[in-house]
């Protein structure tokens, strides 16, 4: 059983920086791709970014290209999501997912879930 868990949520002012880290445990970490998905009040849970097993691949969401970069290290079982330019939009609980098969752009394609870990950008 795969277990997952964020960290390093918080509140911050518009334009500044977090970042998020996902523990996960398992003797098999570099062999799924992991993502980032968040999730505001009322609304769906979208895709943020993804990174393949060996990190030579990395996807963003439109929203979050070019602010947001995501990251792995294969031998603490450790992945990232660096935020910078934090918007008030980003505000969302933020999940950290490992990927059942491939690079997936969707929650479907993730089959282990982390708790969650809030974020809030004040304007």
């Known amino acids: 059983q795969v277990r997952l868990v964020e960290s390093g949520g918080g509140l911050v002012q518009a334009g500044g920086s977090l970042r998020l880290s996902c523990a996960a445990s398992?003797?098999?970490?570099?062999?799924?791709?992991m993502g980032w998905f968040r999730q505001a009040p009322g609304k769906e849970r979208d895709f943020v970014a993804v990174?393949?097993?060996?990190?030579?691949?990395?996807y963003y969401a439109d929203s979050v290209k070019g602010r947001f970069t995501i990251s792995r290290d294969n031998v603490r079982n450790m992945v990232y999501l660096q935020m910078n330019s934090l918007k008030p939009e980003d505000t969302a609980i933020y999940y950290c997912?490992?990927?059942?098969?491939?690079?997936?752009?969707?929650?479907?394609?993730?089959?282990?879930w982390g708790q969650g870990t809030q974020v809030t950008v004040s304007s």
């Open positions: 398992g003797r098999t970490f570099s062999n799924y791709a």
């Open positions: 997912a490992r990927a059942s098969q491939g690079t997936g752009l969707t929650s479907t394609d993730y089959g282990n």
């Open positions: 990174i393949s097993g060996n990190a030579g691949t990395t």
